[in-house]
């Protein structure tokens, strides 16, 4: 008998679900809202009363449900255990299966939001047909997701795969939200990119569409598109930051593959020509057979992976 | 009924091998020249022989051995595929477990050697009741071998773990045996700490015991242990970098354990002191639990992780 699945994607402000088919097929998506007050302890049985609402509107019997994947932004370890604390959502050190297990009795599978979203991607996305994968989320900060024949790593603490917070330059004056200085954070993720654009900028006078307007990431990749050659130094630079980066993982997990995913990755295949020229550069000779692609999912990779814990791993 | 299993480990001049029993004891382990000549034709042949006549020695039928494990100084996939060269052997391109059942009807499980040192020490070495360990080999090269949730990765060429080549320093103007600049390698290795030694002394004229006789790394931390400033000043670049370099492994795999082999080891716990600080003060905050210890099982680590390929994994 085919059986379902749902996939819970865990936000600070929302949390969207995801019915699916066994086969991967998106059947239906919603959203409810994140309720973050008393230490967010509504949002799993909030999240358990949706479920069981929809499993009623289809005509869904537990018997029919393979499981619940439900992706969270904290550290999770590979047994589903919160092991610090999710400060967006009010979390501390809690076992995900078995507090959702309480309000409806299906098996439960539980990750990092970054390493489901990853996992996503695997599945469905842009790294299909994949097993070795490293996903690179460029958002307001530089998130990872590594997969390793197939699974997920997910480190000893939770921590697997957190990229952004590798040290990539020494002397760097500013810090980090990790409280380090030199994160590859600090110049691949949106405000990175912003962080770059100034410095640029305050190098000399050079003309350039950036002096007007609020700088932002999509501002420079709108004025590289445009021929600025200003926003293409920036770009220049942000690339030899990220394919460095990126050179690095690879000496480490070898992968088949890079999925680039985010807001900052919207800039399309043209963020690729900064980045994939560089991590040659660097990559360890036997490395630099990797691809370079775009994620594919968009807002749903943490909705797919959180599914894919039950239905593929 | 209890099952025996064999370790090999191959290296350019000797193979090793070793008889294990199901619990991982080492009941007698053995050498035999690595004949090298016809792209190294006999290496395969020669091994099973050795094998046979050992069984025959301590009557072991075919049903009494659960398998051979081999580790092999190349490129090898977890299927145990050489999918590049192994320039030591003469071997190209390689199935090497249907190689060595041609003459031998057991199952063959193989890795890479640096991957499969790792694997032992996590079986019965410094690792042992780890399941995610990083081992570091400091080594002619540096080394590596990663271990994720008792899985060994061997990534998508065979180059998983090949920490020694993460790019670690800008503006490197001596070449890698990779033919990159910068790696980790250049800084944290023997022949690394010589370099490091070479640059310090050329820098004024402050008296070391190292002026005198030959540079080695060994010689470093002799005069480490005699309380010598130059040589204390060398120990604390080597310990930077390689701390430098194992807090960016920790962002990617995050692991629970660092386990440090290899020759420059053998200055033993005094080592760990330059190393584990630097990794502190480079490493991702839910990252620094990582423990430091030192490997233990010497050039045995190759045969016991081989073993363990097929008592373990």
Known sequence: MSKYAFGVDVGG??????LFGAEGELLDKWEIPTVTENQ???ILPDIAKSILDKMEEKSLGEEDVAGIGIGVPGPVDRNGLLVGRAVNLGWDSLDIPKALQAYIKVPVKAANDANIAAFGELWQGGGRGYENMVAVTLG?????GIIVDGRLLAGATGAGGEIGHLHLQDGEAESCNCRNKGCLEQYASATGIVRLAKRRLAEDEKPSTLRQGEITAKAVFDAV???????????ERFGDYLGKGLAIVSAVVNPEVFVIGGGVSKAGEILLTFVEPCFQKYAFPQCRGAKFVLARLGNDAGIYGAAALVLRQ
Chains 1, 2 share one sequence.
């Open 13 to 18: 402000t929302s949390v969207k679900l995801g």
């Open 40 to 42: 967010g302890a509504a």
């Open 140 to 144: 307001t900060g530089v998130g990872g």
């Open 225 to 235: 598109k445009a021929g600025d050659g200003v926003a293409i130094e920036i770009a």
